[in-house]
């Protein structure tokens, strides 16, 4: 299967963005595959801002969120349609950065800050927050 990310744009500060991920290439299975967004910033490494789980129905619906987006940034799933979003509110320069989306049969949810390996991800797109 395969991901494809859109949304990205130049916004100004404390502006609002929503990222797609639509992916392609799952059958019927996307439904049932944890999904996530992870960003890029210049000069850094790739670091996991949001993810949602559905894969384990014991624990289908719960989200994650990094410190830095946590209360701004909302993940949520149009299965329907086989794609994803991240809403993202009261944009900062500091995410300014490639969002990639990623997608897993059966995640390892992120712990302690650590965010741990996704099987498929889109090629990315960029969000520029301009001051």
């Known amino acids: 299967g395969a991901a494809r990310e859109s949304g990205g744009d130049l916004v100004e500060t404390g502006g609002s963005l929503t990222l797609s991920c639509a992916a392609s290439?799952?059958?019927?299975?996307?439904?049932?595959?944890?999904k996530c967004w992870f960003r890029q910033a210049p000069g850094q490494e790739r670091e996991g801002i949001a993810c949602?789980?559905?894969?384990?129905?014991?624990?289908?619906?719960?989200?994650y969120y990094s410190d830095s987006v946590q209360g701004r940034f909302t993940i949520s799933s149009d299965n329907a349609k086989d794609t994803f979003n991240l809403r993202m509110t009261n944009l900062r320069t500091q995410n300014t950065a490639v969002y990639y989306c990623?997608?897993?049969?059966?995640?390892?949810?992120?712990?302690?800050?650590?965010?741990?390996?996704?099987?498929?991800w889109g090629i990315g797109t960029l969000v520029t927050v301009s001051s």
């Open positions: 990623a997608a897993d049969p059966d995640f390892r949810p992120p712990s302690g800050g650590v965010w741990y390996h996704m099987d498929h």
């Open positions: 290439g799952f059958g019927d299975d996307f439904a049932e595959y944890d």
């Open positions: 949602l789980r559905v894969s384990d129905p014991k624990w289908r619906g719960n989200t």
